[in-house]
Nanobody, 120 residues
Framework: QVVLVESGGGLVQPGGSLRLSCAFS????????MTWYRQAPGKQRESVGS???????NYADSVKGRFTISRDNTKNMMYLQMNSLKPEDTAVYYC??????????????WGQGTQVTVSS
């Protein structure tokens, strides 16, 4: 069983920065590709970006150059550093874990989300 817990959300002014964290509780963190998603009011959930177990990353075009995803496999943690925040970045941010191995024992997991509000 895996539990994901996000933290670090809050209210920030446009142009500001926030760092979100996702704590992974469970076995074999490294076999999971970790992804940050976000969902704004009235909109579909969208992928912000992801990081593989070996540290390879990819990002949505809307956040490239502003957001950085990282992970620490020794601490079972994933991070999202958000810079130059815009009001359109306002959303609930979710942590997601997807195993790169297959089998009935392996599942996807979601965190409960953390609110990020960008407003003056």
């Amino acid at each position: 069983q895996v539990v994901l817990v996000e933290s670090g959300g809050g209210l920030v002014q446009p142009g500001g920065s926030l760092r979100l964290s996702c704590a992974f509780s469970g076995p074999v963190f490294k076999v999971y590709t970790m992804t940050w998603y976000r969902q704004a009011p009235g909109k579909q959930r969208e992928s912000v970006g992801s990081v593989t177990g070996s540290g390879n990353t990819n990002y949505a075009d809307s956040v490239k150059g502003r957001f950085t995803i990282s992970r620490d496999n020794t601490k079972n943690m994933m991070y999202l550093q958000m810079n130059s925040l815009k009001p359109e970045d306002t959303a609930v941010y979710y942590c997601h874990a997807h195993p790169v191995v297959s089998g009935s024992s392996w599942h996807d997991y979601w965190g409960q989300g953390t609110q990020v509000t960008v407003s003056s």
